[in-house]
């Protein structure tokens, strides 16, 4: 059976930079932090205070206010990210096939801020009974985004999430990559939603000792690959991606950002939150991508990697990617958005996704921002091309997106220059 070719004809943000793609992807080259102090909640007891928080955000102004009402924050975003991801792509949703386009979209969390809240409900009202909001359920489940999505459209082809920590998102674009290319869709509406600053997620994480508490300088907390880096720092938001049959695109004469050239998972099976020291699952799921793109390490210009700015992780990220990449590693580029956008969990990969096809696009590599002259970690190597700082002009001709989460789930995609 031949494969069927997938194509990238449609983007849609809402992210810590920015409430749509063109403000975030600006911000994005331009080395803007997104990371400011919490106003979503009072966090004056927690031991981190500062996150990047989606700014500016209106549900009404995009949604219906009958349909607000069912909606946890994370749907929410999903939802204004879909719209313009399917504006933007051209779809005409009078003459596509409804049965034939489908909706994949994750959440790594789900709606944590309804679970909070009407667990909190009743525990206020316990003495007069239980009041329970009809929408607890439906509000807070992690693939509920997929299923708002496809009522607002009436899209009828293969429809769920996919949930794997913070590869969430890159799992879904795999899995709807998988679904076009086998021949099963014409298209699919794909990424992935996260709204997790809450008490519970900032708490549950500083109880792990997992997040930055650099309370005093919040925009310089996401250091990836400095020595001085201590933690994570939270992001919410949404990017969905629609993908599409190549042929499919081209009937329709659909503008064209990118093409998916192949991807891979694999299994740290080494601990519940740590990444294996010696990159092992690393390593593998960037082979396995390379294998099924049928791409030999030279051919990648750029790696959006994990860099979750963590002790622990960054340095094993780097190893595997020397082990992979060998003399070619020197040779490409190498940055972590997460110094800007935050850690958007489930999210990450979508929107590490969206970067890499619009750096494939433009021809521009963002930055990892915040290294500082001398913070250097002798665990890392330095001759590496990190991009600190600047974004950097360069043909790439191919970029790769790596993703772990907890579990020890990796996944990762390759996206390359679109050639007829």
């Not at 981190?48 to 995009?62: G, H, I, Q, S």
């Not at 991801?85 to 005409?92: E, I, M, P, Q």
């Not at 780097?318 to 940055?335: C, H, Q, R, T």
Request: charged share 20%.
């Amino acid at each position: 059976m031949e494969l069927k070719r997938v194509v990238v004809t449609g983007l849609g943000a809402i992210t810590p930079l920015g409430n749509d793609v063109q403000t975030t992807w600006q911000s994005l080259i331009s080395g803007v932090s997104g990371a400011k102090p919490i106003t979503l909640m009072d966090v004056s007891k927690f031991k981190t205070r500062f996150a990047c928080e989606v700014k500016n955000f209106d549900p009404n102004l995009y949604i219906d206010r009958k349909e607000v009402r069912k909606m946890d924050r994370y749907t929410q975003f999903a939802v204004v990210a879909a719209k313009e991801a399917v504006r933007d792509s051209g779809l005409d949703n009078e003459a596509i096939d409804h049965d034939r386009v489908g909706v994949v979209f994750s959440s790594g969390i789900g709606g944590i801020g309804t679970f909070e809240q009407e667990v909190g409900n009743y525990y206020q009202h316990e003495e007069a009974g239980p009041r329970i909001n009809p929408f607890f359920i439906p509000k807070m489940i992690s693939d509920i985004a997929a299923g708002h999505i496809s009522i607002i459209y009436g899209f009828r082809g293969p429809n769920f999430g996919t949930v794997s920590a913070c590869a969430s998102s890159t799992n879904s674009i795999i899995s709807a990559f998988d679904i076009i290319r086998l021949g099963k869709a014409n298209a699919i509406v794909t990424g992935g939603a996260e709204a997790a600053i809450t008490i519970s997620g900032i708490g549950g994480f500083n109880a792990m000792n997992a997040l930055s508490t650099r309370n005093d300088s919040p925009e310089t907390a996401s250091r990836p690959f400095s020595a001085s880096r201590d933690g994570f720092v939270m992001g919410e938001g949404s990017v969905c991606v629609i993908l599409e049959e190549l042929e499919h695109a081209l009937a329709r004469n659909a503008k064209i950002y990118a093409e998916i050239a192949g991807s891979g998972a694999s299994g740290d099976a080494y601990h519940l939150t740590a990444s294996h020291p010696e990159g092992l699952g690393a390593r593998l799921v960037m082979q396995n991508a390379l294998a099924d793109a049928l791409m030999s390490p030279s051919e990648i210009d750029y790696i959006n990697v994990h860099g979750t700015s963590t002790p622990v992780g960054d340095p094993s990220e780097v190893k595997a990617i020397k082990d992979v990449f060998g003399e070619n590693a020197y040779k490409l580029n190498i940055s972590s958005t997460k110094s800007m956008t935050g850690h958007m969990l489930g999210a990450a990969g979508a929107v590490e996704a969206m970067a890499c096809i619009l750096a494939v696009q433009n021809d521009i590599v963002p930055p990892t921002i915040n290294h500082e002259p001398g913070d250097d970690d002798p665990d890392i190597d330095y001759k590496l091309n990190f991009t600190f700082n600047q974004s950097e002009r360069r043909i790439v001709r191919a970029a790769l997106s790596n993703t772990f989460g907890f579990g020890g789930h990796n996944a990762c995609i390759i996206v390359k220059k679109f050639i007829r």
